[in-house]
């Protein structure tokens, strides 16, 4: 044997214990960044419609759902009626938040309105989540369209249909991304609020992947990104917002952010361009529905009152 294919083989001998331990700490790595992100921190709820009555008085008549998913797993909600034959609003949270966050304006968007209001935790989201992980809205899209077709099948107590019309969904960064999605599945959704929207999916698992590394690297970003595309088995798609809120047609959108610093500001504004039809544009708002729990009764009063009558409108 020649001296060259000798030295070769030497020293791919000497680099590849080496090698293979860099893919090993990359794999692990990656492992643990996606068992993370794609199960969020999960708290006790921050309040439930029980304690919520014994806090107001009045029994707050919001009762716990379960109905099943497209692919054959199962949701839950709370849900309030609203008066017969009503059109019905659907509100979704942001990442790592749960249903008890939107408690508050659903309340207030249900006897303002008298529509039926549906709050679903996300895939991953509450306390002993039915689905243990989220897919950054690759599959949470069509959950809400599976959320309408449970609205479609309640009855009053004479048996008519309870939602009649159209639909509307409110959503905050997560909720917002999955409400776009929705909405160009089921042309039904006719009118949409979202807060603090996503450019797209891969900002999302960006911010919840500095988060849970306690760090802002573009490495770990980016192997999180490639670990979450094979271990949802091709399902997270990062389809941007943009090119989902294109494919609208005929709804009325509301677009909500904060003032300068917020960090869904621009991508929020720029999705106003994106939109083919009526858009509203509130910026610079005290508070967003991200920090909605920690905001004063004025600020919340401030924020709420926009929205429901955006949808009271909307939707007539």
């Known amino acids: 044997m020649s001296l060259r ?6 020293v791919i001998k000497s680099f590849l214990p080496i090698v ?29 419609p029980q ?9 707050l008549k919001a009762m716990d759902v379960t109905w099943p998913n497209h692919d054959g797993t199962q949701a839950r909600g709370w849900l309030i009626r609203g008066a017969e034959g009503s059109p019905a609003v659907i509100l979704l949270h942001r990442y790592g938040a749960d249903r008890s966050w939107l408690l508050n304006v659903a309340v207030k968007l249900n006897e303002t309105t008298n529509f039926t209001v549906l709050w679903p935790d996300l895939r991953g989201h509450g306390e002993n989540p ?11 899209g069509d959950d809400t369209t599976a959320a309408i077709d449970y609205l479609h099948t309640l009855k009053t107590t004479g048996g008519r249909p309870q939602v009649v019309g ?38 999302l698992v960006r911010a919840a992947t500095s988060g849970h590394a306690g760090m802002n690297n573009f490495l770990l970003q980016r192997l999180a990104r490639w670990g979450l595309k094979i271990y949802s088995f091709g399902k997270y798609q990062s389809t941007p917002s ?56 004025e600020q919340e009063e401030t924020y709420d009152r926009p929205v429901i009558e955006f949808f009271d409108k909307a939707l007539r």
């Open 5 to 10: 294919p000798k030295l070769i083989k030497r």
């Open 20 to 48: 293979l331990v860099v893919v090993a700490a990359f794999a692990a790595v990656t492992v643990w960044i996606v068992h993370g992100i794609t199960r969020p921190p999960r708290t006790p709820y921050l309040v439930t």
């Open 51 to 59: 304690t919520f009555s014994r806090v107001t008085g009045p029994l």
């Open 130 to 140: 039915l689905v243990n992980r989220t897919l950054f809205g690759g599959v949470e």
């Open 166 to 203: 159209p639909i509307g969904v409110y959503g905050v960064e997560l909720g917002a991304y999955v409400a776009l999605d929705a909405a160009q599945r089921y042309p039904e959704i006719r009118a949409l609020v979202l807060d603090s929207a996503p450019a797209s999916p891969d900002d």
């Open 242 to 297: 943009c090119e989902l809120a294109h494919s609208l047609r005929d709804v009325r959108v509301l677009l909500l952010t904060g003032s300068e610093g917020d960090p869904w500001r621009t991508s929020t504004l720029e999705l106003a361009r994106c939109i083919n039809g009526s858009v509203q544009v509130k910026k610079d708002l005290p508070v967003t529905g991200v920090f909605l729990p920690s905001a004063t009764g």
